[in-house]
């Protein structure tokens, strides 16, 4: 099939391969009676499944040419059979898909199960192309065609990203791909299989397609149209849904199937005022620093002040980290752009953002009243990020010293049930003749934290026979999991500041730069906004949304990391990976179905209602944490798959010494004409007295006829203990941990030797005398560095390597033991406690 590219509105779908004319298959050649039987039988099993079979017949050997064509792609496997004295004998088979030789030199018994599994009559589904280092690994691998891209997409589940189109889907502009040079010698994985045209594609290859910034599987014009029909739904023309789409490509949002929040921002956009709402500051180490505001409606505007401007040192040069470029001159450029921060920076090591207001905005300046306005904008909630951790303080804020009190909103907020109580009722407010006798400081404190929603007291009384004024501010702010209470109490002597009787959340020393910092800084909670549903925790309805939004997108990224990876894994972990992927699938499936429950609930109030929303919080909380650890689960098939390959040998090992040691006492019993029973095998295996009289007394009840000791003595530990203390672990852990003694007493006594002095001999001495408990201790403490055990084995491997290994493998296997013992006991204790909850009883 020749590659051509494919426009901007082109298919991602696989191409159709013409119909083979008549002159193109190959007729298949009747094999004669003098060739081998095997090739008889398999020629007629492959025409029966549906293969189109090719005898060819050479001086010194004859093959089997089976074909198979499917919608991916072509099937050929060639059978080989050598002419011998003997006649002839088989010489082994060559696989190869989509023109890459797939597999060689297999064996007679496995042709027949692939005949079987490749037929095309056998095909429900295409086969997806293999992608792996066995075939375009090979230093002869040839670049990738427009046949295995349509293979690759054809096969790829519907709501998933094709493996080769993954790193292309987040481009800003239409782009042309080619077959990458990154295949043979330089194979880097099946993402490097496609490139952008320059110095990675392929020399003098074609283009295979084309594609868009659009998480969409079928096709850039069905994703346009998909958008468009959206907005004809919510009541739009289907000219202002063209427009719709239009936007959203143009703002290069990543909608994942979910239109809501993209619709939301575009209608936003019509009404858009041309304000800035945030400041974003980025820092990489190729362009430096960087800032841009940020419209509200969530569009980018072109021209000044929209434009992103590079901040540049004193030098004339980038700055070598985020923390070295100086906020004061951030806020500078702010407001030359007409500006000023109004929040607090969120945290990030490469993209910073903070609230902004227009400097020319009308304030009015009123006397200070004790309660926030009820049309007071909430407090900036931080990033998502800051949202999804759990703990800590409110985000971007600095927490006040001293002790911090609980958060006073539940951990999973709910919408409260009426219970008829009367909310206490906020401080009395200070008249203005009251602000207005207060000192200059005192007057700018209360008017700052009446700005900023602070219920304000003004008192007066004598303190220590002295008259003096106290400014008391209080009120609740957002944290990450709640809200927190503030209290401060700044006092004043006539004009000057009283520190050590002014108070911060009941500390006394508290100085006034930091509580007029604070009630600048930080906006405290509107009081009729939580009580009336409008906000939670500071938050309104639109921004819950966008962090549930921003929450699930994060963990739909987890998830196809989750599945990229599994595709990379192979062997005996190939079983476990696909666990934790199905894991990672459901949490996915768990957090899109909280999110639609929130979008249901947000369009039902018409976005004034924020408590539905805010109680899928915990949900998204914790399917983002199961998709997390079930990503790192993935990740770590390879080396579990491994450790506990290597415990069940030495579990293995242990029980076979154990069987042997019992049959050996048995034999032994047998020629001195006594009868083996429970408490001899408990003698035997060294018991404890109290043990074995319980052990003694259950083979009594649960014995049975003929069963080996050691059998039945796993049912009663089993039983007494539960999973994980089976004597054969035991057995196996005592046999690792004398390995690893022996093994670091053989490396000590070679370091020695090759050390010499007193130094050396002494090594020598502690590893010909391994067995003592005195020389076990030194030795584990000689190879302990930084309180890990046997962390210096790796200064002595390059003039020990055999000793070196031999410490490494037995450290290794004791640790494997010991975590598949602790694994098996936490499953069997898991399955308790599940068959526990389920039982009415």
């Known amino acids: 099939m020749t590659a051509t590219p494919h426009p901007a509105s082109s298919t ?35 025409e029966e499944a549906g293969w189109t079979a090719t005898v060819e017949t050479q001086p010194g050997h004859c093959a089997l040419l089976l074909t198979a064509r499917h919608a991916a792609g072509e099937t050929v496997l060639r059978c080989v059979w050598r002419l011998t004295a003997r006649g002839y004998r088989w010489d082994g088979a060559t696989l190869t898909r989509y023109g890459q030789t797939a597999a060689a030199g297999m064996a007679w018994r496995a042709v027949g199960d692939l005949v079987a599994a490749e037929a095309p009559t056998a095909r429900t589904q295409p086969t997806t192309p293999d992608l792996s280092m066995s075939v375009y690994g090979k230093l002869d691998a040839q670049p990738v065609t427009a046949e295995v891209v349509s293979a690759s997409i054809a096969t790829t589940p519907a709501g998933e990203v094709p493996v080769m189109l993954r790193p292309w889907i987040k481009t800003t502009v239409p782009l042309t791909l080619y077959p990458s040079r990154s295949v043979g010698r330089d194979y880097h994985g099946a993402d490097c299989l496609l490139a952008p045209e320059g110095d990675n594609a392929a020399p003098d290859a074609a283009p295979v397609l084309s594609v868009l910034p659009a998480d969409y599987l079928t096709s850039n014009a069905a994703y346009l149209e998909e958008l468009a029909a959206y907005a004809v739904a919510e009541g739009r023309t289907r000219e202002e849904g063209a427009a719709f789409a239009r936007w959203v490509i143009a703002s290069e949002i990543l909608t994942f199937g979910l239109y809501d929040s993209a619709y939301e921002r575009w209608v936003r956009s019509l009404t858009c005022t041309m304000t800035a709402h945030y400041a974003v500051l980025t820092w990489t180490r190729m ?47 702010i407001t030359a752009r007409g500006y000023r921060v109004t929040g607090e920076w969120s945290h990030g090591n490469v993209v910073r953002r903070v609230t902004v207001e227009p400097i020319a905005a009308p304030r009015t300046e009123t006397a200070p009243v004790a309660t926030a306005a009820a049309d007071a904008a909430p407090s900036d909630p931080g990033t998502a990020e800051a949202w999804e951790s759990d703990g800590k303080a409110c985000p971007g804020v600095t927490p006040p010293r001293g002790p911090e009190p609980g958060p006073t909103a539940t951990p999973n907020p709910q919408e409260p049930a009426p219970t008829g109580d009367t909310p206490a009722a906020p401080p009395a407010a200070p008249t203005a003749d009251e602000v207005g ?83 600048r800084d930080v906006r405290a909670i509107n009081r009729a906004d939580e009580e009336a549903g409008r906000t939670v925790w ?44 199905a894991d990672a699938e459901q949490a996915h499936r768990d957090a899109v ?72 006492w048995r034999a032994r019993l047998a020629a001195e004409g006594r009868e083996p029973t429970a408490a001899g095998y408990g003698r035997l295996i ?55 003694k022996a093994a670091r007493g053989a490396l000590a006594a070679a370091v020695g030797t090759t050390q010499g002095g007193q130094d050396g001999e002494r090594l020598v001495r502690l590893g010909r005398d391994w067995r003592h408990r005195n020389s076990q201790s030194a030795l584990a403490s000689w190879l302990e560095s930084g309180w ?11 003039q020990h390597p055999d000793e070196a290994e031999a410490v490494r493998v037995a450290r290794l296997t004791v640790d494997c033991v010991e975590d598949y013992r602790r694994a098996e006991r936490e499953a069997w204790e898991a399955e308790r406690a599940q068959a526990a909850a389920n039982c009415p009883s």
Request: proline share 5%; hydrophobic share 40%; charged share 25%.
């Open 12 to 46: 991602y779908a696989p191409a159709q391969e013409p119909a083979p004319t008549p002159a193109e298959v190959p007729a298949p050649t009747a094999p004669t009676a003098d060739l081998p039987r095997n090739l008889v039988r398999l020629t007629s099993q492959a």
């Open 287 to 333: 362009h430096g620093a960087a800032l841009r505001l940020e419209c509200g409606c969530g569009q980018r505007h072109p021209g000044w002040p929209w434009e992103g401007a590079t901040v540049w040192n004193d030098d004339g040069c980038h700055y070598l980290s985020f923390d070295a470029v100086p906020m004061d001159r951030i806020t500078d450029l």
């Open 437 to 519: 006798k207060l000192p200059k400081n005192a007057r700018i404190l209360a008017e700052a934290a009446t700005a900023n929603g602070w219920d304000v007291t003004v008192t007066a009384n004598l303190m220590q026979g002295t008259l003096v004024q106290a400014v008391e501010v209080s009120g609740e702010f957002p944290a990450r999991t709640g809200t927190q209470h503030f209290t401060a109490r700044c006092v004043w002597d006539g004009a000057r500041y009283w520190p050590s009787a002014s108070q911060r959340n009941g500390r006394h020393g508290a100085t006034f730069r930091e509580v007029l910092a604070w009630m």
């Open 538 to 581: 500071g938050r309104d309805a639109a921004e819950w949304h966008r962090q549930l939004s921003d929450a699930v997108t994060k963990i739909a990224e987890a998830a196809a990391q989750a599945r990229f990876e599994h595709e990379q894994v192979t062997g005996d972990a190939a079983e476990r990976a696909r666990a934790a992927l």
């Open 593 to 664: 179905a909280a999110l639609t429950r929130a979008q249901r609930a947000y369009r039902a109030s018409g976005g004034e209602d924020a408590r539905p929303l805010a109680a899928e919080r915990d949900a998204v909380l914790d399917a983002g944490k199961r998709a997390r650890a079930a990503l790192e689960r993935v990740k770590d098939a390879p080396r579990a798959a491994a450790a506990e390959a290597l415990a069940l040998v030495a579990i293995t090992e242990g029980e076979r010494e154990l069987q042997a040691e019992e049959e050996a």
């Open 686 to 740: 060294q018991m404890f007295e109290d043990p074995q009289r319980a052990w003694v007394a259950w083979h009594a009840e649960h014995g049975r006829v003929g069963e080996p000791f050691h059998e039945a003595y796993d049912r009663w530990t089993e039983e007494r203990h539960g999973k994980g203390h089976r004597p054969a672990y035991t057995r196996a852990y005592l046999n690792a941990s004398s390995a690893l």
């Open 788 to 798: 890990k055990a046997d962390a210096r084995v790796a200064e002595f491997a390059e």
